[in-house]
């Protein structure tokens, strides 16, 4: 959180500086009448939380914990405003899928068999929001005559709102059947139960920062390909529904309904689980998950965006910026 706080200060430092700044041009860099810009994402989305990762303690961290092979895609729409050729204030809504799953941990026989053997997996779609700034700092720089064939890499940073629902496949015994089943309402760590006063039920809409680089290949006047790396930095550990430690599986059956209280049973916990057979319990108050560190995801886009309205002829008449 601290270096969050941080980074966001330097952004912002950055911004002003930039702003004030621009009095010393002897022109400043505009986009013309071509102030707007559309554009859409498509790439792969990467969790990083309690479940799955790889040998050794689960981090939570860039890369070491990625499971590659259960990625999924994520597809987003953007629109950009751009008050200057060096700044862009961007609104974006994206629609992706993240999971984990314990079982496909490498078994190495070290601290990564505590997960292994927890046998834990989840699922959520995710739809986000978010407000965002980028900065163009190699514009300071250009010959500028034109977009066509500039290479622009840039910063980007913001605030947004996602909403998640977690979910767990459950195997009916009765049934021989098995469906994905939300976990929230299934208190898997005791939330708004009694016995542990503090642990509340969470939200499921939750505040993120955004928080990347990325670059943009003008193939015409206006249009673009790109590529972006996006972190999403939240304050939540239960987009997984793991994060604090077991509890004492009896509870269920004082909070939940009967149909509820059998699935929390299988899927608190899920050591040797065999579909419909029995399965073996954790020792109460046991490690569950980290609850030191919150979840995070992050994307990596190939991004196709348009200029409106921009007039190309003021574009290239316009003078290469200098200092007094």
Known sequence: ?????????TFVLICLLFAFSSKAFSQSITTGNGKVEIGLGLGPMFFL??????????????????????????????????????LAFRVAFNQSKVDGYDYVIKDKQGEEMNRKVRNLQFQSNILEAYAA???????????????????????????????FNPKGEYF?????????VDLRPLRLEGQGMAEYPDRKPYSLNQVEIPMGFGFKYWVKENMFVGLEILHRQTFTDYIDDVSKTY??????????????????????????????????????DDQRGDATQNDAFFSSMLRFG???????????????????
């Open 49 to 86: 939380g309690d479940l799955g990762g790889n040998k050794g303690i689960g981090k939570g961290t860039w890369l070491k914990d990625v499971s590659f092979p259960l990625t999924k895609l994520s597809k987003g729409l953007y629109l950009n405003v751009y008050p200057a050729e060096w």
């Open 1 to 9: 959180m601290r270096t969050i706080v941080h980074g966001v200060r």
């Open 133 to 163: 700034a980028e900065i163009y700092p190699t514009v300071f720089f250009e010959q500028y005559d034109g977009l066509q064939g500039k290479f622009r890499p840039y910063g980007v940073i913001g605030v947004g709102v996602f909403h």
């Open 247 to 284: 509890i004492d599986p009896s509870l269920f059956a004082n909070y939940l309904t009967p149909d509820q209280a059998v699935m929390a049973n299988q899927l608190f916990y899920r050591q040797g689980y065999v579909p419909y057979g029995p399965t073996n319990r954790r020792i109460l």
């Open 306 to 324: 348009w200029r409106l309205f921009q007039n190309t002829n003021e574009l290239r008449h316009m003078r290469c910026p200098a200092y007094y």
């Open 172 to 180: 009916d015994n009765a049934t021989r059947t098995s469906r994905w």
